[in-house]
């Protein structure tokens, strides 16, 4: 990856992109749950906060986490990804149900879900991209229900606030943004779309098995 652009990359190049790549990204993470013990925690508190469900796992890539929490928590989970190409794979791999739609403009009613999943998504939107999300999260959640977001705040090369550019990935041209996010900031993002932390997780890479980057997880809530 090389440092970007502050205007590098759009929802158009960023499907397209992962639209490219969707059937080698399922088999090289497929089963990276297995050497993350810390996230497979998470999604069980997670699991057990949306109890009610249904729940949403946006920006879910291939349905691995999808397919977790419908395998073991019965969460009556729905993946929505931007990329038309991950969601046929995730469709195809799991037997579970995919929306390719924008996390921007969920077509999901207001007050409808359990919980709100979101891994490793939100670094390809800029600040204001971001604070849709979020808004978006925050409306199609029930009262009391969870929303679960995680990004990457720095590795070796890179701090929070700066984003790096993919041009090639596995042969293929792309043009992804990558943006590295601050906690603190992302926190008063989700408490200004109406969302309240309950707890954050700050956690170094797992070596080997990921991108050496450190990362966050913010849980938090719409109120009731």
Known sequence: MTAGSPDAGTPLTTRSSYDAVAERYAREIGDEL?????????????????????VADVGCGPGQVTARLAARHHARPLGVDLSPAMCAVARRGTGLPFLAADMRALPIRSGALGGVLCLYAVIHLDPAERAAAYAEFARVLRPGAPALVAFHTSDPDLRAGQ????????????DLTFRYLGP????????????????????????????????TYLLARRPA
């Open 34 to 54: 297995d050497g993350k013990p810390l996230d497979r925690a998470l999604l069980d508190a997670f699991a057990e906060l949306a109890a009610d469900g249904p």
């Open 163 to 174: 984003e790096a550019r993919l041009g090639e990935w596995w042969g293929h041209r792309v």
């Open 184 to 215: 603190a900031a992302e926190t008063a993002a989700l408490a200004r779309a109406g969302l309240s932390l309950t707890a954050r997780l700050d956690r170094e890479p797992h070596p080997g098995v990921e991108h050496p980057s450190r990362r």
